[in-house]
């Protein structure tokens, strides 16, 4: 074969209008070829935002020559194996250039076309060699169809559903069982043939609705270690004829158009790189030109433009209900505005179209400073690091001085059109959550609580009597399968209660459960003001008669609440059951856990390790003199509830 | 179009898609060139596609086995 195989351009979408495109085709070629340094950033960012094959492929081609003049950032390296009914290359090269630009290296393994299952099922394959963390399985969607007949009873062509689900969630487990590595698990995307008709609606017998039932299937009854990657929703948003391409297949057994593997490559790689790192917590944003239009201090309340009874003003109380929405789901919002304060809070508490009031909001900063300067005071009222914020204005002068200022912080530029706005916050995909949790849903409400508790701590003198009123409870426990999303939710995030920063995905987390010489809790808290949920972690090895504490974190939310005391307490208690005569503490300092440096030298351990990069503590269990507390634990690890 | 023409704006093609100097002449062939590997492949011919608004059948592209074949198969779909 002389040229080799090509796909079709099926229907070429059009090039995206990318808002925060600086540099054209050329100049980004000779920012590559020079080595300047400037190249990166705007290769990252025209990499995330690329939705065509053509374009992505120039920036690949651009990153592995620039490569050859200078070293990428690499932060992580990872080790992702690819298997599945299709052919995997080129996705590979896609995937791998989205990760190199989000500072992920691959080692990679590519499984051999439509091998997949025999790769998981046999213990021998070079798919386990490989010794992967991470396998993303892409099930090849033509092959999943229904056998039967299409008049076949519903509930017959369903249980047929169920299974096909429950055959590759099978698989998947079986993988995760012999590698201890992660799953992203591909669903089908549908097909987009007009053959039945109107009729392809009434049956699940039809491959458009058996693979959107086993699909269906395979969402609901994923277990949470196993994540899925919605094709099915990938291949909707692009267009199913887009998407489809049936010469790529012929040819050489392609997933799709080389357009929609870049989408399934954005995708992936966007799930690969958020893994580990969660979602941000914090939305601040401006008010005037963003929650209604107009400017407050200048055109007064009843001039500004906010609700239905303009097209502008119902767009602007549509992007209000989907921040009220993100509030709901656990993200805190902030308001961040060049703004008289008086006339902004009189909007929130008088205007009757206003869908966010006051109490949606974690912090309130509506004044004359620089608004870098506010994002830092909302960050330590919330204590929560700058790295965990999203400032969103409409205006992009704003943008640029958080950015200069505030580099941590990402910005999202709303433009001039309200209608865009959710499109716009969205395609910054910053507060898309692995798991939704309980705590979550109760975030807002935790903070609002923790108002109250500092009003409370005003009018009580001291601090024990301010403890004591607060009459908290507390229960500690061994992990719990059900507490796995948020086990791993709080070992993803946390960052400043964090004495080793020890980043664990919920498969190794579950790995942990089996293992004898370990020992993990956690522990809940509740006061009169509400619950605060599940707010500390201890994962502890045995290592030879000493109780090694390999993880510690806490939710600085619970800071100075005698939680820190409970816990010592606790590991004093499993350290003696466990018959070990000393407690190691491990300190790993980063630029965020500073509050933590002192901790365990505060409890009388003694420091028995000191470099940079490590500090290690001892204690020996009978010299560990318990505290008491005001905290009433009702329950503790390891011990029937 | 003569396969000449079509071989001249071939080169522009060329041109933006390989990072090198590529003279794209009638005996050219993928292994000539260390950069066109099957990635490339999809590229160059997605860019030709849109150039010449052609569309390829099933195969053909896989059929020919240098540039001047490549560039008569453009041709014939240029036919109206």
Redesign the interface.
């Known amino acids: 074969?002389?040229?080799?195989?090509?796909?079709?351009?099926a229907i070429?979408a059009a090039a995206p209008v990318l808002p925060d495109r600086h540099v054209n085709d050329a100049e980004l070629k000779s920012l590559a070829l020079s080595g300047d340094t400037a190249f990166w950033g705007h290769l990252a960012a025209r990499s995330r935002q690329a939705a065509s094959?053509?374009e992505l492929?120039?920036l690949s081609?651009l990153r592995k020559?620039a490569k050859r003049h200078a070293t990428e950032s690499v932060q992580t390296s990872l080790r992702l194996a690819l298997i599945g009914g299709y052919n995997l290359?080129?996705l590979h090269?896609l995937v791998e250039h989205l990760l190199a630009i989000r500072g992920v290296e691959c080692e990679r393994f590519l499984g051999d076309y439509d091998n997949f299952v025999s790769e998981i099922l046999d213990g021998s394959s070079p798919l386990y060699a490989f010794k992967p963390d991470l396998a993303f399985i892409l099930p090849n969607a033509g092959h999943c169809r229904f056998s039967g007949s299409l008049l076949d009873a519903v509930e017959y062509q369903r249980e047929a559903a169920v299974g096909a689900a429950e055959q590759l969630l099978n698989l998947a487990q079986t993988f995760i069982a012999r590698s201890g590595a992660a799953v992203i698990l591909a669903n089908l995307a549908l097909p987009g043939d007009l053959d039945l008709g109107s009729f392809r609606s009434r049956t699940l017998g039809a491959d458009w609705s058996f693979r959107k039932a086993v699909n269906l299937e395979l969402g609901l009854r994923a277990p949470a270690e196993v994540q899925i990657c919605d094709v099915e929703f990938l291949s909707a948003r692009r267009g199913i004829n887009a998407a489809e391409d049936?010469?790529a297949w012929?040819?050489?057994k392609q997933l799709g158009s080389?357009d929609f593997l870049v989408d399934v490559a954005q995708e992936l790689s966007h799930l690969i790189a958020s893994r580990k790192q969660g979602p941000k917590k914090v939305l601040a944003i401006d008010l005037d030109h963003t929650l209604w239009g107009g400017v407050i201090a200048e055109d007064g309340i009843e001039g500004i433009e906010l609700g239905d009874s303009s097209p502008r003003g119902e767009a602007f109380k549509a992007f209000q209900k989907y921040l009220l929405a993100l509030s709901e789901r656990g993200v805190l919002l902030a308001v961040c505005s060049k703004n008289d304060h008086a006339r902004a809070i009189e909007v929130f508490e008088k205007h009757p179209e206003m869908v966010l009031r006051l109490e949606h909001f974690a912090a309130f900063k509506a004044n004359w400073d620089p608004k870098s300067d506010n994002l830092q005071r909302i960050a330590d009222e919330l204590r929560v690091g700058l790295d965990s914020f999203v400032f969103a204005d409409d205006n992009p002068a704003e943008i640029e001085i958080v950015r200069q200022f505030q580099p941590q912080v990402e910005g999202v530029l709303l433009g001039p059109d309200p209608a865009e706005f959710i499109g716009r916050l969205q395609a910054g995909r910053h507060f898309e959550p692995r798991n939704v949790t309980e705590e979550d849903l109760e975030r807002t409400a935790q903070y609002r609580q923790e108002r109250r508790r500092t009003e409370l701590a005003a009018t009580v003198t001291d601090m024990p009597a301010y403890l004591a009123s607060l009459e908290m409870r507390g229960a500690i426990k061994e992990f719990d399968s059900l507490d796995l999303p948020r086990i791993a939710q709080l070992i993803a995030r946390s960052n400043q209660f964090n004495l080793t920063t020890v980043r664990r995905s919920e498969t190794e987390i579950q790995g942990l459960l089996r293992r004898p010489d370990y020992l993990c809790f956690t522990m809940r808290l509740e006061d009169r003001f509400g619950d605060s949920g599940l707010i500390s972690v201890v994962i502890a090895k045995i290592e030879g008669g000493v109780f090694v504490l390999d993880t510690w974190l806490m939710s600085c939310r619970v800071l100075k609440r005698q939680v820190e005391d409970e816990i010592m307490n606790e590991i004093f208690r499993l350290a003696e059951i466990a018959g070990c005569a000393t407690v190691r503490g491990i300190y790993l300092p980063t630029a965020k856990n500073g509050i933590v440096a002192g901790i365990y030298e505060e409890f009388g351990f003694i420091r028995t390790e000191d470099s940079t990069a490590r500090k290690e503590f001892e204690l020996e269990v009978e010299k560990y003199q318990m505290r008491s507390t005001k905290i009433s634990v009702t329950r503790r690890a390891y011990e029937a509830s | 179009m003569k396969q000449a023409e079509v071989l001249a704006k071939l080169q522009e093609v060329f041109d933006g898609i390989f990072?090198e100097k590529v003279a794209a002449k009638p005996e050219l062939?993928?292994?000539d060139v260390e950069?066109?590997?099957?990635?490339?492949?999809?590229?160059?011919?997605?860019?030709v596609?849109?150039k010449f608004r052609v569309?390829?059948?099933?195969?053909e592209?896989?059929a020919?086995?240098?540039l001047g074949?490549?560039a008569d198969l453009i041709a014939k779909r240029m036919e109206p």
């Open positions: 074969m002389m040229l080799l195989s090509p796909r079709r351009l070429l094959f053509s492929f120039f081609t020559k290359y080129p090269e049936a010469r012929y040819e050489s080389p | 990072l062939s993928a292994a950069e066109w590997d099957s990635l490339k492949n999809i590229s160059l011919v997605i860019a596609e849109q569309r390829f059948r099933v195969g592209v896989e020919a086995r240098n074949e490549f």
